[in-house]
């Protein structure tokens, strides 16, 4: 199934379940109903205007800030642009209801209105549209809105209102750009009824519209006999998913027309429209991936994603504390085997989804102010989808510990994995500041994950080039060796864990040990000072050149050491031994390697893991013991 078949069928499913045209009233979005559009109040943009139960002027206001408006267009309305714009039948600005503003597209918007209108049987509908029409064909139309809105004394050229404020400063606002929104108090009972609210009233359009196709032929995504069209709604402002081109060389000479290219209805391209304009504005089925690019995905059964799957920035509360250090960076915890099991740290929310759904993902970018482009679809079944998160937790996942001495699994989030491989370290965050080139990187973690490969190699190197350069992150170390820890442990069919292998003979995991030995007896002198957080240790300063040259700079570090060793033997004797006997260990399984050509070489990735293990095995529960029993 492809990707508009897949929102057609999301969007009839929606049908059934009674989604489409359900309004919260928390302004949250709404799966519109097809043939209408939804306006988004900034406080400036929209008057409602309310009539009393007889179709009487009560009163007009601007609506409040973020209250939305829903209201009937047309194939050509919804996407107007040039010198005549079409009208919207009902709700439109304040220029369309005036005949000095335009005497075309006013009367244009009458004879759509009055089609509608004649169209309707009698009953609530027909009452609603009449009584609006009735209000707006008055003469005084125009005075009764401005009196209320504004006061009595105003001058007005043609909807550039001039007044002056509670302060007596003179203002000038334009209101023909202003929608208007009628409502009607008391319309049925004690209830209120607008343009927005009225589910009939969308109804009686809809068949309004239906009734008067034309140009019939079959949709070829639904495979239906539909009104043919090949005017589409904009996306993200006047972006299209679906655009046919308006140069004849694009087809000539394999179709006659460009419509034979490919044939859509005009029911189906407001579905598949509608479906994805709600995907977008929902917060839980849309992440925005940087510059133009979405993501969205959704569930057969969990249409709205209340089980808040997101798998580009999961969140996951686990009942332990969170750090307060901002350089912990922003991670998805794996607390228990269940949670593993099932992918819990991907659902923010109760899982609501069966595992025989199906899981629809696709990510939308936006290449040009008239264009959108689908960059990447895929749909799976739910069980594969948790099959493969717990597979790419398993597979990048390391332990991190907090101030408090809690250690828990953590896998870097898709963002932490691209600031560390391609970010720079600022003072308060590691970034990554072009969006294109990030959101390019995103769409490829998003596909390894969902079809269930490796992370890409391109991004794997990077890391394992990036821990030999500590220099370049004194802000931010313990993010960077936190991802690529976490990335970099199961590679080349090999696994690395922070305890420690004193088994492991590979050159690189054995240097990584020492390096962590002379990083400690240095760290642990400067801590006889109380002094030891101020510090650069020889350790770090010469981080990267110790992994492109080893071997010569392991006699530098065991040279810069030594005033450290003494003052360490005499004041933690405990802890210097064990150091020592470390540090012996690690070169008598070095001593073999020492005449060989392969000592010379750098060191690879393997490094950090021996030099992680190294300090952890330090700072274990053993050692405690044995600092406290030296002092």
């Known amino acids: 199934m492809d990707f508009f078949t897949s929102l057609l069928k999301t969007y009839e499913k929606a049908e059934l379940a009674d989604l489409v045209d359900y309004q919260k009233r928390n302004n949250e979005p709404v799966l519109l109903p097809i043939y209408h559009t939804s306006l988004k109040s900034n406080g400036k943009n929209i008057i409602s205007v309310k009539l009393d139960k007889d179709g009487q002027f009560h009163k007009a206001e601007f609506m409040t800030d973020k209250q939305m408006i829903i209201f009937p267009v047309t194939a050509d309305s919804v996407a107007r642009s040039g010198s005549h714009p079409a009208p919207h039948p009902l709700v439109d600005k304040f220029a369309y209801y005036s005949a000095e503003m335009g005497q075309t597209q006013y009367d244009s918007f009458h004879k759509q209105l009055n089609n509608w209108i004649d169209y309707c049987e009698e009953g609530d509908v027909k009452k609603f549209l009449t009584f609006v029409q009735q209000f707006i064909l008055k003469p005084e139309f125009l005075t009764l809105i401005l009196d209320s809105l504004i006061g009595p004394d105003y001058q007005n050229n043609q909807l550039k209102i001039t007044f002056c404020d509670v302060t007596g400063k003179e203002k000038l606002i334009d209101l023909s750009a202003c929608f208007l929104e009628f409502s009607i108090d008391q319309f049925q009972g004690f209830k209120n009824e607008s343009v927005s609210t009225f589910k009939a009233l969308h109804q009686s359009y809809i068949s309004f519209v239906e009734a008067n196709r034309e140009n019939l032929g079959i949709c070829n995504i639904s495979g239906r006999e539909e009104q043919l069209t090949d005017k589409h709604r904009g996306l993200v402002g006047n972006a299209k998913i679906i655009s046919v081109s308006n140069k004849r060389e694009a087809y000539k000479g394999r179709f006659r027309e460009r419509e034979d290219v490919f044939s859509v209805g005009y029911e189906t391209s407001e579905k598949i429209h509608l479906m994805i304009k709600y995907l977008l504005e929902n917060k839980n089925t849309s992440t925005w991936l940087g510059s133009s690019q979405y993501l969205i995905n959704w569930f057969s059964d969990d249409l709205t994603n209340d089980s808040r799957l997101d798998i580009v920035s999961p969140i996951f509360d686990d009942g332990l504390e969170e750090d307060d250090d901002d350089d912990t960076p922003p991670v998805i915890a794996l607390a228990t085997e269940d949670n593993k099991r099932i992918g819990k740290s991907f ?128 802000k931010h170390w313990y993010q960077v060796e936190q991802v690529c820890l976490a990335i970099l442990h199961k590679q080349n069919g090999e696994e690395f864990s922070p305890m420690l292998d004193h088994t492991n003979q590979n050159r690189s995991y054995l240097f990584g040990r020492l390096l962590a030995i002379f990083e400690l007896i240095e760290t642990l002198r400067y801590g006889l000072d109380g002094n030891n957080n101020d510090r650069i240790t020889n350790a770090e300063r010469y981080w990267t050149a110790y992994t492109g040259q080893p071997t010569k700079l392991m006699m530098l570090l065991e040279n810069k050491i030594k005033p450290y060793e003494e003052p360490l033997k005499l004041n933690r004797r405990g802890s210097w031994m064990k150091l020592e006997k470390e540090k012996e260990e690690i070169l008598e399984l070095l001593n073999p390697l020492l005449e060989t050509e392969t000592m010379e070489k750098p060191l690879d990735y393997r490094f950090i893991f021996g030099y992680y293990a190294e300090k952890n095995y330090y700072y274990t529960k053993q050692n405690t013991e044995v600092t406290e029993s030296e002092e």
Request: net charge positive; aromatic share 10%; charged share 30%.
């Open 347 to 474: 659902i923010k929310g109760q899982k609501l989804f069966a595992n025989d759904a199906t899981y629809y993902v696709a990510i939308l970018n936006k290449t040009s102010n008239g264009r959108i482009a689908l960059k990447y679809f895929r749909q799976l079944q739910a069980s594969q989808l948790l099959t493969n998160l717990d597979k790419w937790q398993e597979t990048y996942s390391w332990e991190s510990r907090s101030k408090f001495g809690k250690s828990r699994l953590r896998t870097p989030t898709f963002h932490d994995i691209l600031n560390v491989s391609y970010g720079v370290d600022r003072d308060r965050f590691l970034e990554l500041d072009n969006d294109n080139f990030k959101s390019d990187q995103i769409q490829k973690l998003v596909a390894s994950l969902i079809d269930g490969k490796p992370m890409p190699q391109s991004i794997v190197k990077k890391l394992g080039n990036n821990v030999k350069e500590r220099h370049r992150y004194r």
